[in-house]
């Protein structure tokens, strides 16, 4: 790696990354601070009382401490989807922009071979991210124990949070993959972003359940489950598992790519 | 030094290299000209292992340039066609940056150069005039002090004053034993500086040879200009290689300069002005055709 180019990188994009910061930090305060500890306790009254009823209503368990709360409101959609946004962004910026305007002649007449050059872009986007993604659990925490002080587990939330990193980490492979096998920054947006949203589409699709239920199968975005890592299943980490396999073929393939391809400089 | 083997690289559309085949000695200055299009930066890209060939090689100080490419690159210079540069930086960052990365430690070296082409590098690289950015491009070249120069089109955008000191810097690069290749569509800057030229056309080596038999080769074409067009009509029947009457000026090709010195005298003379050669005019010419 070579450190003179990746503190470049992170002085070019640290602007981006603290937008996302604060538009993170924003929602997920709001969402916190919208999380009712009543209603958790009226349910659990309720299924005690008639508890066919509840299960009935697929209310059993759901929805009803603060860690469900946010595994429902938060990272079903927010903390996947911005997260995602600022990563195709970022691989963006880092590869394809830089062989589209031209500047990445300058990196490559170095004694730095592509390898290198690929490696250190690939650990600035590792880094941002995860960083980014720290930043957003220490606030979720800080803001949780302030308002509702006790009731986040924090454990479960940590293992939510690892299972997000996995996900994370399988999108970064992508988008970087996508980023170093093009050549114009259109496309390689087009693709990066495309194909991610696509996915995610299908996964809200499925979501809704009933026939639509099997296409669950048809997009990535299952293998992170929230419940069933808050859970414990060990279905859940296999599949994180899986998620980590994927990012890390993505960036193989990717840096091979990019060492021995022509580009046009 | 530079060794290019049978380099192949089809485009489609008669566009790309074919089989070209030529060496550069050490401590030699290489003139690369041809039209635009020709595959000049497109040789410089394989020697810069930015792309790869179809059939053939290449190889810089015996090492081949696709594979042993960072190894070559930590003893070169170069100066791109276009410079592209970075858009959220100052020129001074730049230069700092490029230094960093390529672990430059000398930064007197930077400085004299900057001061040399009067290079003011405090605004940003966005803003920047043509003539600015390339002169960045020529700091970056040189500042590393590499025993290799590949240069594409390194005047390009350059006042005239600019032109000269860069011709000086070339010429003062070579007698310390510098191996360079110059690629250009101008030949007076090639003229100036390199031993050898390689005239390249439609991705075909037409010609390698010393800058001294390509001048030889040229044609001494001037345009003369008379009182009126009863004396220019009367001159383009004198005993010379006439080209073309148009009004009161006559084209004139020398050869022998006695005779047409000898001819203007009998005339009134206004004007004249010496008609450049195109590259085009000089391939043709010296092939013959």
């Not at chain 1, 414990?232 to 790519?257: E, K, P």
């Not at chain 2, 074409?221 to 009126?228: K, L, Q």
């Amino acid at each position: 790696m070579n450190t003179t180019l990746f503190k470049r990188e992170l002085r070019s994009s640290y602007k981006l990354w603290l937008i996302f910061i604060a538009i993170l930090a924003m929602y997920i305060s709001v969402i916190i601070s919208m999380f009712d500890p009543k209603l958790g306790e009226t349910l659990d009254l309720f299924a005690k009382a008639m508890p066919e009823m509840m299960s009935l209503f697929g209310m059993g368990e759901t929805g009803a401490t603060l860690i469900d709360f946010l595994s429902n409101y938060l990272y079903g959609m927010l903390m996947i989807v911005f997260p995602m946004v600022f990563i195709i962004m970022l691989a963006n910026r880092l590869v394809v922009a830089h062989v589209d305007s031209g500047s990445m002649t300058y990196l490559l007449a170095s004694p730095n071979t592509r390898r290198k050059v690929a490696f250190t872009q690939m650990f600035v986007l590792l880094s941002m991210t995860f960083v980014l993604l720290v930043i957003c659990v220490g606030i979720a925490i800080g803001v949780s124990e302030a308002m509702f002080p006790g009731a986040l587990v924090i454990g479960d939330f940590l293992w939510l949070n690892l299972g997000l990193v996995c996900l994370l980490f399988a999108l970064c492979g992508y988008c970087f993959f996508i980023s170093c096998i093009s050549n114009e920054t259109g496309k390689a947006v087009m693709f990066g972003a495309g194909v991610p949203t696509f996915f995610y589409l299908v996964q809200m699709l499925a979501n809704m359940g009933g026939k639509l239920a099997d296409l669950k199968y048809a997009t990535i975005f299952t293998l992170f489950n929230p419940k069933a890592i808050i859970a414990g299943d060990t279905s859940a980490w296999w599949m994180c598992g899986a998620l980590v396999v994927i990012g890390a073929i993505f960036f193989v393939v990717g840096i091979a790519r990019f060492e021995k391809r022509d580009l046009p400089l | 030094m530079i060794k290019i083997n049978h380099l192949t690289k089809d485009y489609g559309q008669k566009r790309g290299v074919f089989d070209f085949t030529f060496e550069v000695q050490r401590g030699e200055v290489f003139g690369f000209l041809g039209p635009n299009g020709a595959g000049k930066t497109t040789t410089i890209r394989h020697l810069m292992g930015f792309i790869h060939p179809n059939a053939g090689n290449c190889s810089i100080n015996g090492l081949d340039c696709g594979t042993h490419s960072a190894e070559i690159q930590r003893n070169l210079g170069y100066m791109p066609g276009e410079i592209a540069l970075p858009d959220d930086m100052t020129g001074l960052d730049f230069l700092h940056f490029m230094a960093d990365y390529r672990g430059v430690t000398d930064w007197t070296r930077v400085e004299q150069l900057m001061m040399r082409f009067e290079l003011d590098v405090r605004g940003n690289l966005k803003r920047m005039s043509k003539g600015m950015k390339q002169k960045i491009g020529i700091v970056c070249a040189f500042m590393h002090d590499p025993q290799v120069l590949i240069l594409d089109e390194p005047t390009s955008g350059l006042d005239p004053l600019m032109q000269n000191h860069f011709i000086d810097l070339v010429l003062e690069e070579k007698s310390k034993g510098k191996t360079i290749l110059m690629s250009s569509h101008i030949f007076e800057e090639v003229e100036r500086t390199a031993d050898r030229v390689g005239i390249i056309r439609e991705g075909h080596l037409v010609t390698v040879d010393s800058v001294a038999a390509l001048k030889a080769a040229q044609r001494k074409r001037y345009t003369v200009s008379f009182a009126s067009e009863k004396e220019a009509q009367a001159f383009a029947k004198e005993p010379l290689a006439v080209d073309l009457v148009k009004g009161q000026e006559v084209t004139v090709t020398v050869n022998d300069f006695q005779p047409f010195v000898a001819a203007m005298s009998r005339y009134t003379v206004v004007n004249i002005v010496a008609v450049e050669q195109s590259l085009e005019e000089i391939f043709m010419h010296y092939y013959g055709k």
